[in-house]
Structure formats: C-alpha cells, structure tokens
C-alpha cells in the first residue's frame, strides 16, 4: 500500500481549487445552455484508430492546445483558459518523476459529439467541450443540482475523464502490458492516481465520476444495453469507483456499505481489491519514473530533453475523432 506516492498530483489538486475559483467566476454564461439537450450515443469509428508504429522521441511533455468551438463552446473555453485548469495539470505533469517518451497534446476543443479520446496516431487526448456541457445539463436536470452545483460537479467529472484518458495515453506510449478490459484499467488508474492525493476534494471529483455513471445509467433506461461494448456497463462503473473509494478507507466511508450503496458482499473485499490496484499500477509504472523509489514526486533535475516538447501541436482543425472514452 502507498508506494504511489503522488505529490505531483497532490499539488494539482491544490491547483485545481483556485482554478475552479477562477472557471466558477468566469463561467456564467453557460447559464445559457438550452434546456433538455438529448443525449447523442457515441458512435465507434474503429476504422479511423491508427495502428501505425510511432516515431518516439527522447523526451516529450503534456501541452494544452485549444480547437475550435461554436458559440457556447467558445464562452466555456474562455472560461476554462482563463482558470488555466488544463495548463496547471500539463505542468503537473511536466515537472513530476514520469518520463514520458512522446509528446501528448491535450486539445480543447468542440467535437459535434459529447466525448473524449485518446488518439494514438499522434499521441493527442481531445476533450470535447460538449461532454462537460452535457454533464452540466445532466447533473441540473437529473441530478438535483443547481446551476452552479452543477457546473463544479462537471468540472470534477471532466478531470475524471482527463485521468481516464491519461491512462489510455500512458499504456501506449509507455507500452505498459493491459490484460482484460483497457477501460476498466484506466477507470482504475485515474480513481486510484486521484484517491493517492491526500486531499478532500479528489474524493469529491471521484465520487462525482462515480455518481455520473450512475445518472447516465439512469438516463438511459429503457434503451438497448450495449453488451458488446468495449466499456463495462454504466452501473458496473459506478460500483468499480464506489468499491475503491470506500476500500481505501472502510472506516471513512463506512457509510457506502451500512447504506446499501455499495452492497456488502462487495464491500468486503474493496479494502484487498485496492490494494492488489495499487500495487499492480505501481508496478507497471515504476520503470518510468526517472527517479530510484519510482514515485511522481517532482525531480530534482528535469530530465534532459524534456522541455520543451519538440513536435508541433497538431492541426486541432482536422479532427479524426476515435471515440476511447
Ligand atoms: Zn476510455
């Protein structure tokens, strides 16, 4: 337990609190967003997943690129420039122990679709503004919450969603070995990277994620459940996250069990089945941090060739979206 030791995430943490301070301020417009959006299915675009063997350099880095977006994008992305949120986690990630031997763009962008990915042909991962959006839509119409509830538990979401994506990036720049489902690992990754800052508010972001499986399970009922998807089911989600929040610490969240929220029978092995994720994670990982107790914690020296990244952003104009999320 704990090798993991992630300060660097830690401090992102700490950062996100002033820049959500800065994105809350500054985010009034989306107020404007019309009501009863419906939710598009995310369609699979295998064909345009590119299995092309990369070009690696010695050195790489996490840089912010922002896409183009419609009106309503435009005034969240502003928004989300001006909080600098994505630049704060890229620089989190630059200056931690992780050597990451590619370049990965993260592009803000609108997408015509309510998604994000990981794009292996050049190592991007797209957030698409209407996912947060959406998620806004969801957690105020469905989820109880005010406007303003509802823009930070998005936010929260969309982090989530960024950590997820991260571990599709890293399993294939760092070539690191997944067996069984590539989305149950990486759900696993980002709510174990989150839950190992000491920091309330990432088991808020969290349990956030966890809680917009749920709402998404929910809206949609009643529609065919896709068995044959490349995800675990929306519920099955849910449970992963809620087993490793209350496993890390039973006595904190002894009220996920005795609530029934998370049933017993599973309960009672979340505390082992942490422990197993962790130490798998941290494994997998140790061979890529630059420093000897493989940790994230900030280096002593940037490792040589790693600022700044040396291939160019790519064009955000032409996006080839493969939905990964
Ligand atoms: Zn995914």
Known sequence: MGQMTLGTVGAIALLLTSSYAAFTASSGNAKTLPENRRFAPIQIEENQ???????????????????????????????????RLFESLAEGLNSSNLNVPANIPIILRDCGQV?????????????????????????????????????????????????????????????IPATGKEEDAVDDFATLLLLETDSEQVEEIVLNAARWFALQAERSEGSEIPYWGEHSLDWQRFYSIVCLVYGKNPS??????????????????????????????????????????????????????????????????????VPRW
């Open 49 to 83: 997943v590119s299995h092309q063997p990369k070009q690696h350099f010695n050195g790489g880095g996490f840089q912010v690129v922002y896409g183009p977006a419609g009106d309503r994008g435009q005034r969240f992305q502003n928004a989300l420039r001006d909080a």
């Open 115 to 175: 998604n994000a990915f990981y794009r292996p042909a050049d190592n991007s991962i797209t957030m698409c503004h209407e996912l947060t959006l959406d998620t806004v839509d969801l957690f105020s119409q469905s989820g109880g919450s005010s406007r303003e509830e509802a823009l930070e538990e998005a936010l929260f979401v969309t982090i989530f969603v960024f950590f997820h994506e991260l571990g599709h990036a890293l399993i294939d720049v760092l070539e």
């Open 252 to 321: 904190k969240y002894a009220a996920l069990a005795t609530k029934g929220i998370l049933p017993r029978r599973r309960a009672e092995r979340c505390p082992r089945e942490y422990e197993k994720k962790l130490a798998s994670w941290t494994t997998l990982l140790k061979p890529h941090f630059t420093n000897p107790n493989g940790t994230w914690g900030s280096p002593a020296q940037p490792p040589p060739g790693s600022y700044p990244p040396q291939n160019p952003p790519p064009n955000p104009r032409q996006p080839t979206p």
